[in-house]
């Protein structure tokens, strides 16, 4: 049976069920081009190219302790631009993959030491879903955190400024 997440909120003092995904629409480095009719742009929901720098959004997922789904971080990585093509390649297929990319996390989430450039591996898992992004096993407190799981409470703390969107309104997927 799937659980209901239920929550009192400190910030709006309401309900709330579930909880969302954070998620990033574009790469840091795509929300910082200072002009982006100079640059020669791709940009849709899952691939960014900016000039001749690629991106691919994967999810990086923090388990939570005792429950059965986990947090998600939809982020973007850079990847080289051959491995961009083989995820274009793969993206709309459904036969299964095993494709690895290593690369560099594109995205500063709130709450941690700079995220930017962690270095992770997306693992493609075809069928629609976008990759699961693993990082690299160091001392920042997000790889910790994927490592170790966080508690619902602290779930619940990540999640609340992305649900009131006023604060974030870029930010939301
Ligand atoms: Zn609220």
Redesign the pocket.
Known sequence: MAEVLRFT?R??G?E?EGLPDVGFKVPWYYETLPDKHRVDLYLDSDFCRIENDFFIRGSLEIPITGMQRNFSYGVWMSVSEKNYHLYQACFDSDVPTSERYVGYISNRIDGYPDTLKLIGAAHVRGNGLRPFIVLQSTDHPLSIEQRKGISFERAVEIA?PY??EKSFPSRRA
Do not use: A
Request: negative net charge; aromatic residues 0%; contains cysteine.
């Open positions: 909120c910030e709006c309401q709330h609340i649900m009131h």
